[in-house]
């Protein structure tokens, strides 16, 4: 049963919730974002991700980010987690070059978080979010930073290898359609994405079918 499924992968797993706009760290890098750039709420929760380093415990040294609601995985997430494996000296974070999306998505990221500690990365992701800003705006939240940094590096001057290394395209395959993606909203999903939901699942953030 669908539900005795659920229980048996949920098994060892533990949620903490860390609440980063307390964070005297963060608190600190909002002081110092440009200030032109207009951050929602969310667009600072999505901020946030991109300084991880910032909010979480010190003893975490990796993390994977993921969107909740319209990022599915359907393999086993420690597969995922492996690649930490391949990164190379200069890599801090993976993530993917979505070709129909014309950008690197933001949606599944590998953050070395001990690498964005000892390199300072805070001061790195302010100056992508000035140089995001003044190329076209693209300062609002954690993707934005991630263009920047990889996408956009040459064109704004950045020095030596990108610090980012490319997701493979697995784990994160953006449907190329004119269907309107309504992820958060099951029962305008299409069949064929229907039929390989896994349980427990995570739909948006008040919505989690088991």
Known sequence: PAEEEAKQLLEGVSFEYVDFAASPDFQAFKRDFPSACEVSSIGWALLARAVCHLVLPPDVDKVIALDLGDVFIFEDIKRLWDLFADFEEHHIFSAAYVTALHHVNGGAVLYDVARMRSRNFTALAL????????????????????????KHREEHGYRGKSPMMLLPCEWMVVPFTEWQMHWNTPEMWLPEIAQHLRYPGIVSADHIEV
Not at 127 to 150: E, F, K, M, P, V
């Open 127 to 150: 100056r992508a979010a000035r140089d995001g800003l003044s190329r076209s705006g693209d300062c609002i939240h954690d993707q934005s930073l991630l263009n920047t940094l990889h």
